[in-house]
């Protein structure tokens, strides 16, 4: 298939995003846990090129945001008050990647003032940073219980697809009700059962296992059907008069089928699995204060004068949109069928 | 508080004479029927109209000798009348159904002398029999009635008895400085109607929400109209009611009060904007700034009433019932150290809690008694401004030191680290941990804010102690020290830091004890409240409990509801009910 110039473009969009995600501390001005008590729920920085006397300037400048007198709580922009937006600068230090110490930002501006591109949330908190740096939790937990979901699913489903009998019988029955299970509850439960401190990278962890391995049954019946085909091809079947065995089989004739759908279904799956973060988050399951992840980043939408009062809060939820519409993408640029075109 | 001090004066002066209250209200005979009926001061009204009032949720039953919830409880304040009333704007007693009462010289009597010539919501005439069976009903054991622990008093049940056909004596074992207080809510109980039921123990099971009208009557001014589960719960006009306006008009002035069953918060501010409901209680601070703005395009209008009796805490499980093996059991030897405490506190940004949590629309807190008590708040309790470097001094000279990435460790070299919990469903508790996290890593310590389900959260306080440090919110109720006895007293049901102590754990918990049980037993106001002075001072010094904030009272209601007077006292906007008219372009 000959790549439709959008698609690149989405696609380009969607890498992008991910190494800003990657390289959050960079890319980001500021600390996403740093509060600033002062600026509660600020609208993003307007970026400006002509200063309150008109000139034009070159270097983009950013002015402050003052509390109007009249109505507490809500700001305006004081034009005698900008400053330059700086480039490559040295700020708040951060870990690249978990290990580089660092302390250059892609931007920034000079203290007090302040660059806030998508806004503060409740406690004066940059949003744009927290976006970034709530992307390495979600998107790389979605990754993450993806390929645990994928491991699972397709060990479970090939063995059954390929051995059927008995053991068929047993996993079917096992994922139906895995699939009739009352999760929201379970996971309630779950919590509960849980001792009350959990780390955030043992919460990270348990949000990977939990996402994970409930998602398993889905996957697991669609691999099996494949498989079930798969085996009484005439291939497989020659290959089998000839001595080949179960592992070999599997390995070289029944997973290069998988394989296609696999993918498929891994890029379906991301997206499904960073709203299933956002879903625990509201259950207590997710990653806690102040790590910021883009499920708990959302979960504050449910509060109704934050959803009226402050559109900018919903930024990382409409951000989302072309980030899944991508992955989407992906998925039908993986899809077998139009796999087998571009061959 | 003017009102307070002179009713107690007079209780201690006067009390062989007729204590008279009648500042706002005096005494009527209507001469057809004989009635001793009650003047209302309020603006003269007319008649007619209806008001819908949201509900967050369906009351689980009308009958008020069990009903625990606050929407039952919200209805059934329309339905009943009690015998003396706390008014909800003076925070004094005045006469209700006992149209004046005495006390006896050593404060163990009181003598009601019941209006005459009143009727139920039925037609049934009220008389001193209904009140003696109301009360043994609500002290049968076998009852559970929920008001029966308020009813004993030093252990013992208050004793009653008839004095003749329209007084009625009140015996209590010891004195009793709220005791006025506690017949306020207290509802007179139609003989007539229960006593059937209570002789065959069902009485409990009456009155649910789904009973028909004729089988429920009450003194309140209003009556059971119409339930429909799920939906809402209609009260008509009584119009047998005890009160009339100063053009001698029979209250209520209003046909209907319709309560409205909604979900959530979200979904009383969106119908109550949306012009659907008429009042609206107990608005939160974010969704207040949002009706706010609205006020100019619509016709409604919202109320800051100023701080509430709620009072906001951080505390510390203090509980000396576990295992010395756990690990909670270890890190109370940091939470344990009142220097700790204290550095804690010292490190809470209050203002900005305030600021942030409440937008503004709080006060914030150093003792547990909010403004709102005016007369009963410790004013010369100090208020430390916020300070990171006094923090610090009292930590390290509480033994605790920092490692060189400036986290906070004990003697033994172990990091200070603990969780706070709070309730996931009350967005301001969460907040306020959060914002205690961020004060607290200034501190080198690491909190942990850990919102979970409110049962969860009240299971793990109350039965299993299996916690750190929380932040939880108390109050409501009323002003009087006498509501907090369960949070003071070592034995207290709501003793939260340590639940269950069989005996004071510290000398400053025996003190508080002694000092708690001396004030109720004062009958002079003065003494009293030097006694309460000194056990928040003991509160603050000690911090058991580290006061946050109290967020304001915010009410909103429609332009066109007149006489609406809404209060810091529960229920803050119906409590006037009876006065509050549509002002005529407003007529539904």
């Not at chain 2, 008694?369 to 923090?391: C, E, K, M």
Request: glycine letters at 6%; charged letters at 20%.
């Amino acid at each position: 298939m000959k790549c439709g110039k959008q698609t690149t473009l989405l696609l380009a969009a969607l890498g992008v995003l991910h190494v800003a995600i990657l390289l959050a501390g960079f890319f980001s001005p500021y600390d996403p846990a740093q509060q600033n008590r002062d600026l509660p729920f600020t609208p993003p920085t307007r970026i400006h090129f002509v200063d309150a006397q008109s000139h034009v300037h070159i270097d983009p400048l950013v002015c402050a945001f003052q509390d109007r007198p009249d109505a507490p709580g809500e700001y305006f922009e004081n034009r005698t008050r900008c400053v330059p937006i700086h480039f490559l600068v040295r700020g708040t230090p951060y870990k690249l990647i978990g290990s580089l110490h660092s302390n250059f930002h892609l931007f920034g501006v000079d203290a007090p003032a302040k660059i806030v591109l998508m806004g503060t949330d409740a406690y004066g908190r940059d949003v744009f940073s927290r976006f970034l740096y709530g992307g390495q939790v979600s998107l790389f937990a979605g990754l993450l219980a993806t390929l645990l979901t994928l491991v699972f699913g397709t060990l479970l489903g090939t063995l059954a697809g390929y051995y059927g009998g008995w053991f068929d019988a047993v996993i079917m029955r096992g994922s139906e009700l895995f699939m009739a299970l009352p999760w929201l509850y379970l996971l309630l439960a779950l919590r509960a059962f849980l001792p009350l401190s959990v780390s955030t990278g043992e919460s990270f962890l348990l949000l990977i296992a939990v996402i994970g391995l409930v998602g398993w049954a889905r996957p697991a019946r669609m691999i099996r059907s494949v498989v079930l085909s798969s085996r009484e091809r005439h291939y497989v079947l020659a290959a089998r008069l000839f001595g080949a065995s179960d592992l070999y089989l599997i390995r070289r004739h029944i997973l290069q089928d998988i394989y296609s759908i696999g993918l498929t279904q891994a890029a379906l799956l991301i997206p499904q699995y960073v709203l299933a973060e956002v879903m625990l988050s509201f259950l207590g399951l997710g990653v806690g204060e102040p790590t910021p992840s883009w499920g708990n980043m959302l979960s504050v939408l449910h509060q109704y004068a934050v959803l009226v009062s402050y559109w900018w809060m919903l930024m990382p939820g409409l951000l989302l949109v072309p980030v899944f519409l991508g992955y989407s993408l992906l998925a039908s640029y993986l899809h077998p069928g139009r796999a087998a075109e571009r061959a | 508080m003017e009102h307070y001090f002179s009713r107690h004066s007079a209780v201690r002066c006067l009390s062989t004479f007729v204590v008279c209250l009648l500042s706002f209200f005096c005494r009527a005979q209507s001469p057809s029927t004989g009635e001793e009926l009650l003047i209302s001061n309020a603006s003269l009204g007319h008649a007619g109209g209806r008001i819908v009032v949201s509900l967050r949720s369906e009351p689980k039953t009308l009958n008020p000798v069990i009903s625990a919830d606050i929407s039952s409880r919200e209805v059934i304040s329309q339905m009943m009348g009690d015998l003396i009333h706390v008014n909800r704007i003076t925070q004094t007693t005045e006469p209700a159904l006992a149209r004046e009462w005495k006390v006896s010289h050593d404060g163990l009597q009181y003598t009601l002398k019941l209006r005459r010539g009143l009727h139920f919501s039925d037609g049934h005439p009220l008389s001193v029999d209904d009140v003696l069976f109301s009360f043994t009903v609500y002290l049968d054991e076998k009852v559970h009635s929920s008001q029966r622990d308020a009813l004993v008093i030093g252990g013992r049940p208050i004793a009653f008895k008839r004095v003749d056909s329209d007084t009625v004596v009140f015996q209590l074992s010891q004195p009793y400085a709220a005791a006025e207080r506690l017949f306020d809510s207290l509802a007179v109980l139609p003989k007539h109607l229960l006593e059937q039921s209570y002789k065959e123990g069902k009485l409990a099971q009456t009155w649910g929400p789904g009973t028909s009208p004729q089988q429920i009557a009450g003194l309140g001014p209003f009556r059971l109209k119409e339930y429909v589960a799920g939906q809402h719960l209609t009260l008509e006009r009584n119009p047998y009611y005890w009160k009339i306006d100063r053009a001698k008009h029979r209250l209520p002035y209003l046909d209907q009060i319709t309560f409205l069953f909604l979900p959530n918060a979200d979904a009383e501010v969106i119908r109550f904007q949306a012009g659907d409901t008429d009042v609206i209680n107990r608005v939160s601070a974010e969704d207040y700034s949002v009706l706010e703005k609205d006020q100019a395009t619509h016709s409604f209008r919202v109320y800051d009433v100023g701080p509430s009796l709620e009072y906001n805490f951080l505390f510390f499980n203090l509980n000396s019932v576990l295992p010395p093996q756990s690990d909670i059991a270890k890190k109370q030897s940091w939470f344990r150290q009142v220097g700790f405490r204290q550095a804690i506190s010292l490190a809470i940004d209050r203002d900005g809690i305030s600021r942030l949590v409440y937008r503004g629309r709080a006060t914030p807190l150093w003792t547990p008694v909010t403004p709102a008590s005016s007369f009963w708040v410790d004013n010369s309790i100090p208020h430390p401004a916020r300070s990171i470097d006094q923090a610090r001094k009292l930590l390290q000279s509480a033994g605790f030191s920092w490692s060189r990435d400036g986290d906070l460790t004990d003697r033994a070299g172990a990091p200070v680290q603990f969780s706070i919990m709070t309730s996931a469903s009350n967005n301001q508790r969460t907040q306020m941990a959060t914002i205690i996290q961020q004060d607290l890593k200034e501190l080198g310590i690491s909190a942990q804010v850990v919102p979970l389900e409110f049962h969860s959260v009240l299971d793990r306080i109350f039965q299993t102690h299996d916690y750190e440090a929380a932040v939880l919110g108390l109050g409501g109720g009323d002003v009087d020290p006498d509501s907090q006895m369960n949070v003071w007293l070592s034995s207290g049901n709501d003793h939260v830091w340590d639940i269950g102590e069989t005996h004071p754990a510290t000398s400053w918990e025996a003190e508080i004890d002694q000092l708690m049980k001396k004030q109720l037993s004062t009958l002079n106001p003065d003494a009293r409240k030097l006694l309460y002075d000194r056990v928040q001072e003991i509160i603050a010094t000690n911090l058991p409990v580290i006061s946050l904030a109290s967020p304001n009272t915010l009410v909103g209601a429609k332009n066109e509801l007149a006489n609406f007077r809404p209060a810091v006292l529960d229920p803050h906007t119906l409590w006037n009910s009876e006065e509050l008219f549509l002002s005529a372009q407003g007529q539904k």
